[in-house]
């Protein structure tokens, strides 16, 4: 029960700690990393706020040292999904009637404690379990994740405050109803803050949920149930299980409670799913939410005009940071003739000051890719283009699996915009450039818009205004977060909403009201003050 109408604290973005040789936060995730290198951490599933374990224990290791042993996660099965669905449905009812300020400050407190005390433990797990480097994990795994979490709160109460107009002697209302039954949420291994966003935004807005996170992010996703535990988030609202995707899937998508799913992950499984989703539509009480965001082929569009250190630096950053494992990561970059000699210079420069190696030495740039699924699936696109002759190879291209997963960043400049490299999404650290003459720049446009079947992200980078309006419009529809002189990376919450169109996903813009508004049903509420009392009109009246 509230007596006040509350304003939450003004969202701003955590800011981004620097990490510098002899600063207190390199001291204190030194130590993070070296306690967790040093142990075991055992990661039990949580059901309904117990830690539950199985026989079937699965070791987990750092992708750039895949003999070490961090941990521990235990496999669940079908009868582990039954659980997680029956503990969220028997926490529903008193997490959907908490007055909301309770469920804002739990999460509120949520982003305290990450910000601090949890700080260097989330970037340490994040390091050594995603192989993230110490800048790239603050950048996700603190900051993108305590923005996510205040923000959302923010967004909350800005929906709640959205309430319809009132006739002389009416009162209309509206309630933004958390969704009948529970919430899916399915997470990739790419981003921590991802893998804390999809539950916590759902269960913000009064729903529970089932938590099911990549194999390959556990480590870091049993520190979010830490944290959301000495929150205080009450037992079963967030249900976190290890389980084979398809296993869960089976059980959730032909449950009549079932209510939506909150998904990040690659194109393939998102259509996969809606797929059964659509096939067991009948079995459901509610039509559920199907919200998804996917994979892309970003793109980097360079005029004559734009200055070369510029576009250098936007393609080095853009494609290989976290190894090009971000569903933004520029992976094809379309430069003019007049250009090319200069920036292909700049970026073998930049190139050959990168170095590849563990997380724990943080003068590394480059790390590892996740798993050893991924290192075959990339490194045979480098293979296929080194017997290609459709291909040069500008850089890199070497790779060695031996200790950890480790691949080269590699630029392979393609003589047909439509070799395969520059259509399909890699999610590994291989840029392919494709130079075309100045004069065939209305072509390349059509090229760009027309190449992948993804609408992520975008950028073009130019100096002549001109240009840069007609690119904006030319290519509306080809990117969901659209660059101008810069990286199409990098999202921050609260500034530039995340989120792709065509094959990419449904755009719901995670960090933002967009999204919570698919985890709410309203309900309209008119109450009238002086009801009539006989059914006729005024004008039957006789004159
Ligand atoms: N658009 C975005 O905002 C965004 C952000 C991050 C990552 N991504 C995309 O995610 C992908 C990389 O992440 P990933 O490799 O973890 O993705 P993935 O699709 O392999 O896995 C995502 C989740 O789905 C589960 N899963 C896999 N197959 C399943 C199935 N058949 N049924 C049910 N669940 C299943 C996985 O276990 C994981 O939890 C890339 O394609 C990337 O572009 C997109
Ligand atoms: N939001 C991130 C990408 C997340 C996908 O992997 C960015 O904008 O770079």
Same mark, same amino acid.
């Given at each position: ?31 993070? +990393?070296?306690?967790?290198? #040093? ?7 949580? +059901? ?25 996660? $235990? ?8 659980? &997680? ?24 407190? &949520? ?7 949890? %700080? ?10 995603? #192989? ?35 006739? &002389? ?102 259509? *996969? ?13 509610? $039509? ?28 080095? %950053? ?29 970026? *073998?420069?930049?190139?050959? =000051? ?5 997380? =724990?030495?943080?003068?590394?740039? +480059? ?31 070497? $790779?060695?699996? #031996? ?13 047909? /915009? ?13 840029? #392919?450039?494709?130079?075309? =003459? ?83 049903? &309203? ?8 009801? /009539? ?11």
């Amino acid at each position: 029960m509230s007596f006040g109408l509350f304003n939450v604290p003004n969202p701003v973005n955590e800011p981004v700690k620097e990490y510098r040789p002899g600063s207190p936060e390199r001291e204190s995730l030194k130590k993070a +990393i070296q306690s967790f290198r #040093s142990s075991e951490t055992d990661v039990p599933m949580y +059901i309904g706020g117990k830690e539950v374990r199985t026989e079937r224990k699965l070791r987990i290791s750092p992708p750039h040292d895949h003999q070490h042993t961090l941990g521990y996660f $235990y496999e669940g099965d079908a009868e582990h999904v039954e659980q &997680a669905i029956n503990a969220a449905l028997t926490a529903k009812e008193n997490w959907a009637a908490l007055s909301w300020e309770h469920r804002a400050s739990i999460f509120l407190k &949520a982003a305290d404690l990450i910000a601090g005390p949890y %700080r260097a433990r989330i970037n340490a797990a994040t390091m050594l379990g995603q #192989s993230k480097n110490a800048y790239q994990a603050e950048i996700d795994s603190a900051c993108e994740l305590i923005d996510f979490l205040r923000y959302n709160v923010f967004f909350a109460t800005q929906i709640y405050q959205q309430q319809p107009n009132s006739s &002389a002697g009416v009162w209309n209302r509206t309630e933004y109803r958390p969704l009948e039954g529970f919430v899916f949420a399915l997470t990739p291994f790419n981003f921590t803050a991802i893998a804390g966003n999809l539950p916590t935004s759902a269960a913000l807005m009064g729903n529970t949920v089932v938590w099911k996170p990549a194999y390959t992010q556990v480590l870091a996703a049993k520190v979010i149930m830490e944290v959301l535990l000495e929150s205080g988030l009450p037992e079963g609202v967030i249900n976190l299980i290890y389980v084979d995707g398809p296993v869960a899937g089976d059980i959730i998508f032909s449950h009549p409670d079932f209510a939506g799913i909150h998904f990040t992950g690659s194109t393939g499984v998102f259509q *996969k799913i809606w797929g059964e989703i659509g096939a067991n539509i009948h079995k459901y009480k509610s $039509y559920p939410r199907i919200v998804g965001e996917t994979g892309g082929k970003d793109f980097v569009l360079v005029h004559e005009s734009a200055n070369v250190d510029e576009v250098a630096t936007g393609l080095v %950053r853009g494609a290989f940071e976290y190894q090009g494992q971000k569903c933004s990561a520029a992976s094809r970059a379309y430069i003019p003739s007049s250009l090319w000699p200069a920036v292909e210079a700049r970026i *073998k420069d930049f190139l050959s =000051e990168i170095k590849m190696g563990g997380t =724990e030495d943080f003068s590394n740039f +480059i790390n590892a890719v996740i798993d050893e699924r991924s290192f075959r699936k990339i490194t045979a696109y480098i293979d296929a283009a080194k017997e290609s002759d459709q291909v040069r190879i500008v850089a890199g291209g070497n $790779y060695d699996g #031996s200790k950890g997963y480790f691949i080269e960043p590699t630029v392979l400049l393609v003589n047909d /915009p439509n070799y395969r490299t520059m259509c399909e999404e890699i999610f590994g650290p291989v840029l #392919s450039i494709y130079v075309y =003459e100045p004069s065939e720049f209305d072509t390349i446009l059509d090229i760009v818009n027309n190449t992948s079947p993804y609408a992520l992200t975008g950028s073009i980078f130019a100096k002549d205004r001109y240009v840069i309006e007609k690119v904006s419009k030319a290519l509306q529809n080809a990117a969901g977060n659209f660059y101008i002189n810069d990286k199409p990376t990098g999202a921050v919450v609260g500034q530039q909403p995340f989120g792709g169109a065509r094959a990419s996903g449904t755009n719901d813009k995670a960090g933002s009201s967009l999204n919570l508004l698919r985890w709410v049903s &309203a309900r309209t509420i008119k109450e009238t003050y002086v009801s /009539p009392r006989h059914f006729a009109y005024p004008f039957l009246q006789e004159d």
